[in-house]
């Protein structure tokens, strides 16, 4: 089955550096990989995704990469704010029908943003 | 509803009874899934419902765990013979179709088993 390997496990920047995670998976036939972002106590809540067909992705201060041959995705946030503080969580999907959307998540990574 | 809801949002029992999680998805959502997130951990498949029937039950961790959507609408995680370490937050999820795209997730349900 899919494993979805993530680093760091925690991230410390300054206010208004940029911040990158790193994920990798196992199963080359996954073909969509989403970011959640979870607040403490909070629902994970999705903020980008990215399909197999497409290597980067583009959402104002947040971008996604995936590298297909290497099997690993990355999400970049610039210019960090406060409010960016939370766990990020990277996931991936095989695209079996049987197993419908569900996802296999990364362990998570704990970004905390000082101002 | 708006978005998933999920009952009780806490639960504390002790080791050995029998505790029942709800979720109610999102309405017109096919797909619903059940997940495990213990403390600094990804949440962790146990379940997909496609309509009325499980889909994928590969993630139960053994017979104690059961769950079950009766109409295609809510659902519910039965776990009998709690032991300590199946306290966790279980969450659910729903998603329009199950052929992958985003899952809108509950606020989950705290279970604490002493």
């Known amino acids: 089955g899919e494993n979805v390997e993530q680093h760091p496990s925690t991230l410390s920047v300054q206010e208004g550096d940029s911040a990158v995670i790193k994920c990798t998976y196992s199963d080359s036939a996954s073909n969509y990989f989403p970011w959640y972002k979870q607040e403490l106590g909070k629902r994970p809540q999705l903020i980008i995704d990215i399909r197999s067909n497409v290597g980067e992705k583009k959402d104002q201060r947040i971008a996604v990469t995936l590298n297909k041959t290497a099997k690993h995705f990355s999400l970049h946030i610039t210019e960090t704010q406060p409010e960016d503080s939370a766990v990020y969580f990277c996931a991936a999907t095989p695209p079996s029908y049987n197993q419908g959307g569900k996802l296999i998540f990364g362990q998570g990574t704990e970004l905390s943003v000082k101002p | 509803g708006a978005g998933v809801s999920q009952t009780p949002s806490n639960k504390v029992t002790e080791k050995g009874k029998y505790v029942e999680l709800r979720c109610d998805p999102i309405s017109g959502h096919t797909a619903l899934y059940w997940y495990r997130q213990s403390l600094g951990q990804g949440p962790e498949f146990l379940i997909y419902f496609q309509g009325t029937g499980a889909a994928d039950d590969s993630g139960l961790p053994n017979d104690r765990f059961f769950a079950v959507r009766p109409e295609g609408s809510v659902s519910t995680l039965k776990i009998q013979r709690t032991e300590r370490g199946d306290s966790a937050v279980y969450l659910c999820?729903?998603?329009?179709?199950?052929?992958?795209?985003?899952?809108?997730f509950g606020e989950g349900s705290r279970l604490t088993v002493l």
């Open positions: 999820a729903s998603s329009l179709s199950g052929l992958g795209g985003e899952l809108f």
